[in-house]
């Protein structure tokens, strides 16, 4: 089984601001993929950002970049220039080689202030 | 292309009663999972289907089942609704299991359950 540990519950930060987010993993698996959700007020989730185990590269989509840590099973997500859009729930994710099935953290509510 | 609908968005039920909520996939798409999302807790896996088959189910009590029909739609029961099954039931659909994770994992909008 995998564990994701998102410890802080809630975070500000000022439009145009950078922000991190930050998670801790668990398993014993050797191949798997890490994720950031963001659940707006809409409910629906939305894929942030993907990083595969095996690529040393941090991953990044345009203002979202992640600093993967294997050894230290950290997995933070980082948000630049931050906007009003971005106020949202975020949930860090775990799927090791388990289907459907990913773990979840207990998520990160952000609120960016004008 | 429509995306993963589920109904109802809400729905109240009392201790005891039974309910059944209703994902429908994107076009395409042959693998369903189901989620339960509480406060402090996040998302819990409950199970997922793929071609009418259950693939793979979590921790959770024998009270939360559910099925999937030939055209992929899905459905999940509780029974014997508790106090504690207050949640929003998110469902996630891939064209095939495990493609969340090297592709993409579709969720839908949710069903929020309130248990008075």
């Known amino acids: 089984a995998q564990t994701v540990t998102q410890s802080q519950p809630e975070m500000s930060v000022q439009e145009a601001e950078t922000v991190t987010l930050s998670c801790t993993y668990d398993t014993s698996e050797s191949n798997y993929y890490l994720f950031w959700y963001k659940q707006p007020p809409s409910r629906q989730m939305i894929l942030v950002i993907r990083?595969?185990?095996?690529?040393?590269q941090n991953a990044t989509e345009n203002r979202f970049s992640v600093n993967f840590q294997k050894a230290a099973k950290s997995f933070s997500l980082k948000i630049s220039d931050s906007q009003l859009g971005d106020t949202a729930m975020y949930f860090c994710a775990c799927n090791a080689n388990t289907g459907n099935q990913f773990y979840f953290g207990t998520g990160t509510s952000l609120t960016v202030i004008p | 292309k429509a995306g993963v609908t589920q109904t109802p968005r809400y729905l109240i039920k009392t201790r005891g009663q039974q309910v059944t909520l209703s994902c429908s996939p994107i076009s395409g798409h042959r693998s369903v999972s189901w989620y339960q999302q509480t406060p402090g807790q996040g998302l819990q896996f409950l199970f997922e289907y793929f071609s009418e088959t259950q693939r793979n189910k979590g921790n959770f009590p024998g009270r939360f089942s559910g099925r999937q029909f030939s055209n992929s739609r899905s459905e999940m029961n509780v029974s014997t609704l508790e106090l504690g099954d207050s949640a929003l039931y998110l469902c996630?659909?891939?064209?095939?299991?495990?493609?969340?994770?090297?592709?993409?994992?579709?969720f839908g909008s949710g069903t929020q359950l309130s248990v008075l």
């Open positions: 996630a659909s891939s064209f095939l299991p495990g493609q969340g994770a090297s592709e993409k994992l579709f």
């Open positions: 990083q595969e185990a095996y690529k040393q």
